[in-house]
């Protein structure tokens, strides 16, 4: 028998063809993501709109598969982090962080990460390979599913940031559609002001973004200039601040509506934390319509740096915020669960042999 293909991956265009394919209308493939994404079935038995012919056919050639929750860790902030299994030697991370206001779920792209980012835990597992649409959706349909059977019954995912495991832009082909599903209104209905692709850089997919995505963009720049960013930030090395400043500004000018774009910088006390790096900042920053969120570094076990004191978070939030760069601060969240940015590290089969051997990755060897 053929291999079945995999429905909870499918964004609308995908699924229209394969109904298509069977001779079924268009609306099919609405009804199925329906049943998938708003009602958490995986189950066609249970679909009852559509005919037992047509579910008997389903049965034979399609499935909804879903991974298997490995375990689940409370923090006492509420934050929910999931450990989940994609294959027998994978398991990647999904973190569900509810604030007064909104709740954020935190997703993963790829198992392990190739970038190597020195302050991060989940470079240091390694990469092993990409998820695919069905792996990236599914951190969502478990997520939202568990949090519908929460006896408190208050907790919603409202925004979702791909801030977890792993370069989504290293992962596009199966990390747009997987967007798409998200904002789709027969599926999960978010507004694209309320998903996030984070991206430690990777120019020309910055640009392919701009083209076939419509969602918000957050990069993780951490450094002022490039002698920095070099070593904090490896894919520096191939794509420079002076490669990576133009491609932020086509992408803001190529949206309709000027969209902001977030910049992330991780303080890590004594190495991009100084006034000086403030006002480099301010200066890179000049033009750009965006807003900073500084992020207190998270250390994990190995890590060779130590966070920036509050007091030096604050002092160069207003050096910004004098100048009157918007920013923010992050606030940690779930460190007791090890669910904070740059804990992550799920458990992966390493194909780099870093965890092996500690060796940076050679940049020119990413390929796109
Ligand atoms: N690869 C993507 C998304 C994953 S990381 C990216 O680089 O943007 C999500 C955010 O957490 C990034 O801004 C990342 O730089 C930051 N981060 C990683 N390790 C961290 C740590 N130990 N402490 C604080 N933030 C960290």
Known sequence: MAEQVDLLGMDRPALEAFFAQLGEKPYRAVQVMKWIHQRGVADFDAMTDISKALRQKLKAIARIKTPRIVTEQR??????????????????ETVFIPEKD??????????????DCRF???GKQGFNRNLENWEIIAQMWVA???????????RRITNVVFMG????????????????????????????????ISTAGVVPAIDKMSRELDACLAVSLHAPNNALRDELVPINQKYPLEELMPALHRYVEASSHKKHIVIEYVMIDGVNDRLEHAEALLALLKGLPCKVNLIPFNPFPGSPY???????????????????????????????????????AGRVKDRTGRQQKYQPIRMDAIAL
């Open 75 to 92: 923090s006492q902030d509420g934050t929910i982090k999931w450990l989940l299994e994609v294959d027998q030697h994978n398991f990647i």
């Open 102 to 115: 909104r709740g954020t779920l935190c997703i993963s792209s790829q198992v392990g990460c190739a970038l």
């Open 120 to 122: 991060c835990a989940t």
């Open 144 to 154: 939202t599913k568990a949090l519908d059977s929460d006896p408190k019954r208050n």
């Open 165 to 196: 495991m792993g370069e989504p832009l290293l992962n596009v082909t199966h990390v747009f559609p997987a967007a798409n599903i998200l904002m789709d209104d027969n599926a999960y209905g978010l507004s694209k002001r309320r998903v996030t």
């Open 306 to 344: 130590q966070r920036a004191s509050n007091n030096q978070v604050h002092r160069f939030q207003r050096v910004l915020l004098q100048a009157g760069q918007n920013c923010t601060i992050r606030k940690t969240r779930g460190d007791d669960i090890d669910a904070a940015c740059g804990q992550l």
